[in-house]
């Protein structure tokens, strides 16, 4: 039987960093040809102006936001599975993967489905010790659309819902401030949802069926490598 091959190196650019420059652009020169515009009308139009003016700044931050977001959202490589995000970023190792599955809100009814990846670890040590306590506290609020959805389905009451900052204890270690908030957040969501990670529809550059596929054969692949026995020349 032919040796499996390692993980490629695969990059994944976000859909939502897309069009960064084009609307950046076209912000700008919208502003400027209202310019030339209100030179001529400012006086007739005025409040027509400054409500054009207005769309042209948010075009223009909505662009600026795009481009400040990382090149690439994941990375996948020998190792494990990196996320990129302007906070920082996270990486787990495909030996520490569990499941990975589309987000359900009723774990019973499995109806619809939730715009995010999950991912189950086996053990959330490493997670622990890589996540920064800057990106830590980004994901909190990020996951708030997670909390509401649970929260609706009875899938977690109020009292779990809320930022817990208490010392989260893990292997003899205690975890404060954004890294305990996040560990407790974690173990929340798990409870509702299964999974301790949650990866955006809109940081991924396929359909989330065909990522999560990807991630399945790479994890089955480095399993395969992990049980090749070793031979000697």
């Known amino acids: 039987?032919?040796?499996a091959q390692k993980p490629k190196n695969l990059l994944i650019r976000a859909m939502s960093k897309r069009n960064g420059l084009f609307l950046t652009v076209l912000g700008i020169l919208l502003f400027l040809l209202l310019l030339v515009v209100a030179s001529f009308w400012w006086d007739s139009f005025k409040i027509q102006l400054i409500f054009l003016f207005m769309a042209c700044f948010v075009v223009f931050f909505l662009g600026v936001l795009?481009?400040?977001?990382?090149d690439y959202s994941y990375q996948l490589d020998e190792d494990g599975l990196i996320h990129f995000h302007r906070c920082g970023s996270w990486k787990?190792?495909?030996d520490n993967i569990q499941r990975v599955g589309l987000v359900k809100p009723d774990q019973v009814t499995m109806?619809?489905?939730l715009s995010y990846t999950g991912v189950k670890l086996k053990d959330i040590q490493a997670l622990?010790?890589?996540i920064s306590p800057?990106?830590?506290?980004r994901l909190l609020h990020e996951q708030k659309p997670l909390l509401m959805v649970a929260l609706r389905h009875g899938q977690l009451d109020m009292q779990e819902s809320i930022i817990n900052?208490?010392?989260?204890?893990?292997?003899?270690?205690?975890y404060r401030g954004p890294l305990g908030a996040f560990l407790h957040r974690s173990q929340a969501l798990h409870k509702a949802y299964g999974y301790h990670l949650f990866l955006a529809d809109d940081t991924l550059d396929r359909d989330p069926d065909e990522f999560i596929q990807l991630l399945k054969q790479t994890i089955e692949t480095q399993q395969k490598l992990n049980d090749q026995p070793t031979t000697s020349v």
């Open 1 to 3: 039987m032919a040796n």
């Open 66 to 70: 795009k481009l400040k977001e990382p």
């Open 92 to 94: 787990i190792y495909w």
């Open 111 to 113: 109806e619809q489905r």
């Open 128 to 130: 622990a010790d890589g």
């Open 134 to 137: 800057r990106l830590a506290n």
């Open 165 to 174: 900052f208490d010392p989260y204890p893990l292997n003899g270690k205690l």
